[in-house]
């Protein structure tokens, strides 16, 4: 049996980006993570109704030599622990490397949906810049925008646009699911 999956990005659709200049930033260590309003709700409701839950992050910062890749692992793991997260996929790479995995590339929706069992045609990828919805489109998943008015361009058609991951469920809840199976 195929499962239905949301890809999540991490900063600023879990936890709050450090905005700057209306650009939003990762937040450097697991004392500045503020998990956004609503989101533990959110996400229990979306496991609960069958859907695995794979975060999908960048995190080029440990490429530049400004983060730790040990320090991005322990915020995932805390996130996964009080989330209930069922996996996470992150790229340390920056867009000069041309990995397969860096988003807008769907390498890692696609990876984790191999690991995983997800259909990806019955998928959401779920995000607050245009290189989530376009890696989600690429992976042949529906797309929400969490719209914050960053000052950076917005993405092209998303399937929603919404202002909260609580938002982005209740769209995803509303949405017949049909699940596939295979032998």
């Known amino acids: 049996m195929m499962h239905p999956g949301i890809f999540l990005d991490r900063d600023g659709v879990l936890i709050r980006s450090d905005v700057r200049d209306g650009k939003p930033f990762a937040v450097m260590g697991p004392g500045e993570m503020d998990i956004l ?46 989330l209930g997260i069922d996996a ?25 949906a191999r690991e995983w069992n997800i259909d990806l045609g019955q998928s959401f990828m779920v995000g607050d810049r245009w290189r989530d919805i376009d890696a989600g489109r690429a992976a042949g998943c529906k797309t929400l925008f969490i719209d914050y008015g960053y000052n950076e361009p917005a993405p092209v058609n998303p399937d929603s646009i919404v202002g909260s991951l609580m938002d982005a469920a209740q769209v995803i809840l509303e949405l017949p699911l049909t699940h596939t199976s295979h032998p």
């Open 88 to 112: 996470f996929k992150t790229c340390y790479h920056v867009d000069a490397d041309n990995c397969p995995c860096r988003k807008p590339k769907p390498g890692m929706i696609i990876d984790a």
């Open 37 to 82: 309003p609503g989101v533990a709700q959110a996400l229990d409701t979306l496991k609960q109704t069958g859907f695995k839950l794979i975060v999908i992050t960048n995190q080029p910062d440990v490429a530049t030599g400004k983060q730790e890749k040990n320090v991005v692992e322990a915020m995932n793991r805390q996130l996964q622990v009080t």
